[in-house]
């Protein structure tokens, strides 16, 4: 993935539009509309995604059939370009290649995957078994809540890990992150022992999830 640098998107998104008119070549033509609803019933791993300008990088914000961000359980993350044929996603592959990052890149047809980390197997295939070629207008969704705060994080697992395992802290931060702002993630923490809160049930239910 490349980051969402709006110096340097003025040096590669000239690149990107001055060949948009380019293109060609057969294969299913993947839609983004038609892509996200499924993208959003978080499965395998994935726990959060958004379409909002505010979370895709920049050639995501250019791609010609819009993009998509998606936020793993793991840390990793991915942008999605959706473009019109597969020649305008090769082009895309060379102009984010060409930023040093050809070994984080996966292709489908018009599609290309633009991950943080290299991706495993899991990762790839929550995202293509989504991939979906049924014509649909484009969807739009608020931007995710933005990462916890590392120093709270760190005092979150340290807390958490006295009483279970590591694994159901990070999932219970996890879903946490991609639901709730900081903020409310704090008020549930505090509500989670409180059943005169009226964010008990809330608590209970996130900390359920992960049991």
């Known amino acids: ?19 948009a008119g380019c293109g060609g070549g057969g294969g299913k033509t993947y839609v983004q509309g ?4 499924c993208l959003l019933q978080r499965q395998d791993g994935i726990e959060g995604v ?3 300008d505010a979370d895709l990088d ?3 914000q250019a791609a ?12 990793n993350r991915a942008n999605i370009y959706f473009e019109r044929t597969p020649a305008d996603a090769k082009r895309d592959m060379s102009v984010v290649g060409a930023a040093g990052s050809s070994d984080l890149l996966r292709r489908e047809s018009n599609v290309v995957l633009s991950f943080d980390n290299t991706p495993t197997t899991q990762e790839v295939t929550a995202i293509t078994r989504c991939l979906s070629t049924a014509k649909s207008a484009p ?3 608020p931007p995710l809540p933005a990462p916890y705060p590392t120093e709270f994080v760190n005092s979150f697992m340290g807390n958490c890990t006295k009483s279970t395992s ?5 999932c219970v931060l996890n879903h946490a992150e991609a639901q709730y702002s900081y903020t409310e993630f704090v008020q549930l923490s505090r509500a989670v022992s409180d059943p005169s809160s ?7 239910a996130l900390l359920a999830g992960c049991r």
């Not at 993935?1 to 060949?19: D, E, K, T, Y």
């Not at 038609?34 to 609803?37: A, G």
């Not at 010609?64 to 840390?75: H, I, N, P």
Request: a positive charge; hydrophobic letters at 40%.
């Open 58 to 60: 920049y050639v995501a």
């Open 166 to 170: 590591e694994g159901n802290c990070r």
């Open 1 to 19: 993935m490349i980051p969402n640098v709006r110096r340097a998107s003025l040096l590669v998104l000239p690149m990107i539009l001055a060949v």
């Open 34 to 37: 038609s892509t996200v609803p």
């Open 64 to 75: 010609l059939g819009g993009g998509a961000f998606v936020r793993f359980s793991s840390g």
């Open 50 to 52: 958004s379409t909002n």
């Open 198 to 204: 009226p964010d008990y049930e809330r608590a209970q």
């Open 139 to 141: 969807v739009t969704t």
